[in-house]
């Protein structure tokens, strides 16, 4: 077989070399991805200026994402919310009809023994809404895991910021703004207030794209409506003494759980 000459071997290298170049992309990418740990997350001042980046808690934002449990969740609170008050009138409580409309025969028309019956006008309705429960229940570990999975989703979106503080001296929505836009919030934000609080709650009311939420009120519906979380680092600590995981009664190691809880540390 007679050997190849040098102009038939460049265009081939030439070939393999930009095959080479998305792979080496692809693979720069992913060490990027793994270089970047979700649980380190800017961390902001009182006047939206970042100072450095905070590192969340394992026992809540480390948990691995479980879609079915966030929404079976999901759909137990939009159920769970349904008055289920809506109630229509049957035959037997529909008012009126009591005497028979015409006689039975030589009308030519239909036989008819009620102007209330279903097929008249002012009638009775066959199937409609009777007052109904319309609740699920769910285990409280379960309710905890689709809290700890959205909240964990949320931080592998890299979609949650810290503030140390919020230091309105007095309601005004205009500085809500301008610290939502410091903090470079472009979409709807959920905000988490270890406490209430009238001074901040009124700056932000006013926000069509912004939402107070107590860290102890945390649920998955608010997490799913909005693009972006703004926790008050006191806040952190009640995440995980409401929705950490719970030993197991009988367990061996139910004491190691207390040394979990993990405080937020920030790194310059």
Do not use: C, W
């Not at 992309?25 to 905070?54: M, N």
């Amino acid at each position: 077989m007679a050997e190849e000459t040098e102009e038939e071997t460049a265009p081939k290298a030439e070939t393999a070399e930009k095959a080479a170049k998305p792979a080496r992309k692809k693979s720069a990418a992913k060490a990027e991805k793994k270089e970047h740990d979700p649980l380190q997350v800017p961390y902001f001042d009182g006047a939206g200026e970042q100072q450095g980046e905070l590192t969340l808690p394992k026992v809540i934002f480390a948990e691995h994402p479980n879609v079915a449990v966030m929404h079976q969740a999901y759909v137990r609170q939009m159920a769970n919310a349904r008055q289920g008050n809506a109630s229509t009138k049957t035959r037997a409580t529909v008012r009126g009809g009591g005497a028979k409309p015409y006689r039975q025969k030589g009308t030519g028309r239909a036989r008819h023994g009620s102007t209330r019956e279903p097929s008249m006008k002012g009638g009775a309705n066959v199937f409609g809404p009777r007052p109904r429960d319309y609740s699920q229940r769910m285990p409280k570990q379960m309710r905890r895991l689709a809290l700890r999975s959205a909240l964990s989703q949320k931080a592998i979106d890299g979609q949650v910021r810290v503030i140390e503080s919020f230091t309105f001296e007095e309601p005004r929505t205009g500085e809500a703004a301008n610290l939502l836009g410091a903090i470079g919030f472009e979409d709807t934000t959920l905000v988490v207030l270890p406490a209430p609080n009238l001074v901040v709650s009124r700056s932000f009311e006013n926000l069509a794209q912004a939402k107070i939420v107590l860290a102890r009120n945390m649920n998955v519906r608010d997490l799913f409506t909005h693009t972006y979380l703004l926790l008050a680092k006191d806040s952190i600590d009640l995440l995980i003494e409401n929705f950490r995981k719970r030993p197991r009664a009988g367990d061996e190691h139910e004491g190691d759980h207390e040394h979990e809880h993990e405080h937020a540390e920030v790194a310059e």
